[in-house]
């Protein structure tokens, strides 16, 4: 008797078919974050302008399904926006896996509500959130992009 | 005495309180029989008392019941002698004991180590952070892709600088068993010593120290049927009395002036402090229950259950065994990948399916970059498991790569 | 809530098996209630997995228990923070691993460390040997006949060069409890940080690590209704970030490479190797029980029973109490001397009669040379003491030197 | 009501009046033993001549009955004995402590015999021993004396 699909579409579909999975020439914000307890890592490569708007964005490196269509999804959704509007998701993706969030907030976070189960697995979470955490990491440590 | 798995079992109450758990995760972590728990308890609960000093029964009894555990360590890997058994905290804390002090009294700037790539961690980092106090170089000892250590090379590896080789009697990754006696009287027949990793091979293997003559050996007993918080380090008489004192403080003295310390005969000299008597006598009756089931019983079991283990991978598409294809050099150890699929990703289909199994690097890093892997699984036996274990996670193999949405 | 003696004792089935035993050792070793010994169990028995690692929910739950009881130990000593509380095997480890480290990162050569007359060897001699392997020196505060340190003497005894004072909170000799809060403030305006061992005062006062502001305290839980073979290192957060790691292996790293490796964040940098999770939730079960009967309940009975022995010890000739007369500066810990008789003979004697005390120079040879003594006897209560404990205790005391036959 | 003497009357006369509790001036082979479990200590000192005759032998030091008077009795028992005859005694009263002897054996030993009974205090054995134990280091250490 086959057992049924383990992650949701979304999931599935960020995994098999990851839109920014690729190196990125021009990137002027790159960072690697490792997960240390399955030494899985991921370097995330950023475009980001004067005015501290993403203009483009991708990631590299190995990891399991849920951190890499984790990051494919933080991607999708922070390319165009500024700096202060990702991190500002990036707060509320974190809230969402470490606690709850509200609807309007699920709203906000587009396709990474389908990662929102993770709360459950508790072993998974620093899966999910390796992106995110690399992406905050990533202008804590140069605030300012030239 | 062969017994059937169930007689092991029922000895085991954690299957009992976890009737749906497959626990394939034993290399890990083993399971304790209820014996060990038994005297744990009796301990803590109705004997506790310090041993060493008190001069009243209680604390006599402890003395006495504490070095009964070390000379019980001593016969199951046959050391000449109680003063070559430390017990420490863990296999790590052993080789960390070795490598701190073996840094100032065996090993100087410009020296040698040789590393075998295999190594978990514990017997990695504590000798690259000794090279960098002591001005000595790290170099590594590789490995075929099957795992096996090749002894010309190991011949060609020797410097006349090499002091000291540390390699494991059974790699944590590829489960097979290195020939340590060969590779000991080679690295003796340069004068480097040879620290061997005994913590995957002691709770599966009979191991003679005094055939193998190894200089040290490190085991921890959790992974032996003991609890956790007790390991031993083995080491030869005559070294450890060259060496300093590790950890220093009660228990561990002759004398003590504001002055400076003189320190107390092996063992003592290297058991700084209360001593975990209760973890001491646990590993000990955990010895006496390996004692009484015999290594043959239990091995012909992990054999079996192996070699079925293994069958049944080979006939999965997409699984890739990493090490030799032979289940007779696995000892019940075996890692692998699934095509396309993440090991944590595999392990947390085999969780959610009650199956304990291990995914990442475990603890072995620098051997995963070698073989170029970032991750892999491992699935490891115990007597205690049944052939039940065995197909439910076979089962659940075969399904993996649909569940992860492959159509084959 | 006040509760009787018969409620505490029924807690440790110690004292059930043991009818004929007056335990008076308990700063040596205090004895384990049921729910301590159960949770041991439980983990090691039933709920055996390692920590960290596995992605299945036996060990997420180890995980999370674990974590749990270092949050019960931060609680208890009112730590600011999780990452500050470090597992250890026992205070000796912790002291050494704060000199080891230290040693490398804090201490040069030329610097002082000032280490109290009343340390226990586990508080003296790593600092001696820390000295040795940098080039530091060693000088010692010395105390009042009674035990009570001077903050003028400190203040005097404090150089530009001292990096550290290392000192006792509660000797386990005199009983007194130091103001480290007074001696931590001189200490630290002149740029020295303050080592301070918590074994004999966490199980019996409590203790606050933010008032206090010592900079780093070590303790032992089998001193504090916990197992054997589990310690505490509380060291400030960004102290210890300073410091490098003590022991290296698994668990402690954030990535390994043949070159050399990163570590893991607080706590984990210092917990190397698989962890002594059942000592560590057992301890957290412990304090469990110290929130559940309160220090007020255990303190009042501690120094209803101090006072009992101290006022009986009194009216015995010939018994020479060491430290202060004053029963309430105690904690239940007295130290005494027979005239004409030998402690050894004493303790034996007591023994002969069921009751469990210590004898010997109690790990503290250089305070016992200070104090112009070979050797004392010390008894040692904890709030499960009775007073039949006591009178039985008075009543072969006073029969001592005629036993060993002197005519008074 | 009164507890009986601890000890018999052999070992409380030799703890009480201990003959050889003195310093020896004019030894030529002097060496200190320690207890480590209590810190006690004892300093053996014998004078022996060339033909290797413990001429006179002392101690000093501190320690509970058991030790000094362990020590009082081996000297009364090896002064004027041969170094090898002191060393046979010596292997014969560790026998007795450790194991047992046999009736001839045990009076060849004379008053250390009242230690018999230590065999069941092991935790006094270190005790019992403290004085023999330097004896055979002392003749060890230096085996011939000039
Ligand atoms: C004051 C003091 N410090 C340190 C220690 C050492 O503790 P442990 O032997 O548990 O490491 C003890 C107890 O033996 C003690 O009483
Ligand atoms: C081969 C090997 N060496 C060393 C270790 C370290 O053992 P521990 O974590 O008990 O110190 C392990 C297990 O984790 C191991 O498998």
Redesign the interface.
């Known amino acids: 008797m086959p057992i049924k699909p383990f992650y949701n579409d979304i999931l599935m579909d960020h995994h098999h078919h990851p839109a920014h999975k690729h190196e990125l020439p021009d990137a002027n914000l790159t960072l690697r974050g490792v997960n240390p307890s399955c030494g899985d890592q991921i370097t995330l490569h950023l475009l980001v302008n004067d005015a501290g708007i993403i203009q483009d964005g991708s990631f590299t490196g190995d990891g399991c399904a849920i951190s890499q269509a984790s990051a494919d999804i933080m991607l999708d959704l922070i390319i165009g926006k500024d700096q202060t509007n990702a991190l500002h998701l990036c707060s509320l993706f974190m809230k969402m896996i470490r606690e709850t969030v509200s609807d309007s907030e699920l709203e906000e976070l587009e396709e990474a509500g389908a990662l929102q189960d993770i709360s459950h697995m508790p072993a998974r979470v620093k899966c999910a959130v390796l992106g995110w955490h690399t992406m905050e990491e990533a202008f804590r440590s140069q605030p300012t992009i030239h | 005495m062969l017994e059937s798995p169930d007689n092991f079992r029922k000895d085991f109450?954690?299957f009992a309180?976890?009737p749906d758990?497959v626990y394939l995760?034993n290399s890990?972590?083993s399971?304790?029989p209820?014996c060990?728990?038994d005297r744990?308890?009796r301990?803590?609960?109705?004997?506790?008392?310090?041993p060493?000093?008190?001069?009243?029964?209680?604390?006599?009894q402890a003395?006495?019941d504490y070095e009964h555990a070390r000379n019980l360590v001593r016969d199951f890997i046959h050391a000449g002698s109680g003063e070559e058994i430390i017990f420490t905290?863990?296999?790590?804390?052993s080789?960390?004991l070795v490598a701190?002090c073996a840094g100032n009294a065996l090993i100087h700037a410009g020296d040698e180590i040789l590393v075998g790539?295999t190594e978990?961690?514990?017997?990695?980092?504590?000798w690259?952070?000794m090279a960098r106090r002591t001005g000595a170089r790290?170099r590594?000892l590789t490995c075929s892709r099957e795992g096996a250590f090749n002894p010309d090379d190991l011949e060609q590896s020797l410097t006349d600088r090499t002091r000291l080789v540390a390699i494991t009697q059974m790699s944590n990754v590829f489960g097979q068993i290195n020939d340590l006696r060969t590779l000991t009287q080679i690295a003796h027949r340069r004068n480097a010593l040879v620290v061997a990793d005994g913590c995957q091979s002691v709770p599966h293997i009979p191991v003679n120290v005094r055939e193998l003559d190894v200089d040290f050996l490190a085991f921890?007993g959790?992974k032996m049927l003991g609890?956790?918080?007790?390991?031993v380090l083995y080491g030869k008489k005559d070294l450890l009395n060259r060496l300093p004192p590790f950890?220093?403080?009660?228990?561990m003295?002759?004398?003590?002036?504001?002055?400076?310390?003189t320190w107390?005969p092996l063992p003592q000299k290297f058991e700084?402090?209360?001593?975990?008597?209760?973890?001491a006598l646990a590993l000990g009756e955990a010895i006496a229950y390996y004692n009484r089931v015999g290594f043959d019983a239990m091995m012909a079991r992990e054999s079996a259950l192996t070699r079925r283990l293994m069958t049944g991978m080979a006939d999965i598409p997409h699984v890739q065994i990493i090490g030799s294809p032979k289940p007779e050099l696995h000892h019940g150890l075996v890692t692998f990948t699934i095509d396309g699929?993440?090991?944590?990703?595999v392990?947390?289909?085999?969780?959610?399916?009650g199956?304990?199994?291990?995914?990442?690097?475990h603890?072995a890093?620098?051997l995963?970059?070698y073989l170029g892997l970032?991750?892999t699984c491992r699935a490891s036996l115990m007597f205690y498991n049944t052939e039940a274990d065995v197909d439910a996670f076979l089962n659940?193999l075969s399904?993996i790569r649909?569940?992860?949405?492959y159509a084959d």
């Not at chain 2, 950890?247 to 228990?251: A, D, F, K, R, S």
């Not at chain 2, 699929?341 to 990703?345: C, G, I, L, N, R």
């Not at chain 2, 649909?402 to 949405?405: E, F, N």
């Open positions: 109450p954690f309180q976890n758990l995760d890990a972590t399971q304790a209820s060990v728990i744990l308890n301990y803590e609960q109705l004997q506790k008392a310090s060493f000093r008190g001069l009243y029964p209680l604390s006599v003395t006495d905290r863990n296999a790590t804390e080789l960390n701190y790539i978990h961690h514990s017997n990695m980092i504590p690259q952070q790290v590594y921890s959790h609890p956790t918080g007790i390991g950890l220093t403080g009660g228990e003295i002759e004398e003590v002036t504001t002055e400076g310390a107390a700084a402090g209360t001593v975990n008597t209760g973890g699929v993440h090991p944590h990703d392990s947390a289909i085999m969780a959610d399916h199956i304990a199994i291990r995914a990442g690097h603890c890093q620098p995963h970059a970032n991750a659940i399904e649909g569940a992860m949405g």
